[in-house]
T-cell receptor, first 112, second 116 residues
């Protein structure tokens, strides 16, 4: 039972490069989330989705885009990476808005 | 506005001692509250949740938390710390504002160290 799987686990980018982080869940959950975690800041919500084909902005959406073309996948894109986007990114999913979220193991992204 | 405050970014206890991690929340409506644990290089795992049923909530690994409305608190406790409890702990409240879709607001986390 894989749960929530994030790809890649580590990545180093140069400023201005683009990349896409992939999140896949096998629990048939409707809701999916992207967070970033920075030291002393807790988790901050970037974007989320309440179902296939829907996306919405969270607390810190600037510089990121997302897509949910398939129910099981939620992609996070950085169009032009900046050093301020160096962080650990977590994807999560939940059956509905009242239920606990299940987290992936994170993607550690460094931007030089 | 809703918020979560975790008192103490670092807590250190001896093995076998009581663990107390503090969380205070701000919410204009009865909250849904959660505690998550994060082990090094891993994602967050749910420890326990409060959803307006019993005020004392038991979770995994011997942890429990008590919801106290009068104190707006949801502190996490464990009677006897084990070395394997060393991790970072996050308190979270479910956002209830219109249009929020019930997203979570996380505290900044408390790192628990356990000394032998």
């Amino acid at each position: 039972n894989a749960g929530v799987t994030q790809t890649p686990k580590f990545r180093v980018l140069k400023t201005g490069q683009s990349m896409t982080l992939l999140c896949a869940q096998d629990m048939n959950h409707e809701y999916m989330y992207w967070y970033r975690q920075d030291p002393g800041m807790g988790l901050r919500l970037i974007h989320y989705s309440v179902g296939e084909g829907t996306t919405a902005k969270g607390e810190v959406p600037d510089g990121y885009n997302v897509s949910r073309l398939k129910k099981q996948n939620f992609l996070l894109g950085l169009e032009s990476a900046a050093p301020s986007q160096t962080s650990v990114y977590f994807c999560a999913s939940s059956p509905d808005r009242g239920q606990p979220q299940h987290f992936g193991d994170g993607t550690r992204l460094s931007i030089l | 506005a809703q918020s979560v405050t975790q008192l103490g970014s670092h807590v250190s206890v001896s093995e076998g001692a009581l663990v107390l991690l503090r969380c205070n929340y701000s919410s204009s409506v009865p909250p849904y509250l959660f505690w998550y644990v994060q082990y090094p290089n891993q994602g967050l795992q749910l420890l326990l949740k409060y959803t307006s049923a019993a005020t004392l909530v038991k979770g995994i690994n011997g942890f429990e938390a008590e919801f106290k409305k009068s104190e707006t608190s949801f502190h996490l406790t464990k009677p006897s710390a084990h070395m394997s409890d060393a991790a970072e702990y996050f308190c979270a409240v479910r956002r209830v504002m219109e249009g929020s879709q019930g997203n979570l607001i996380f505290g900044k986390g408390t790192k628990l160290s356990v000394k032998p």
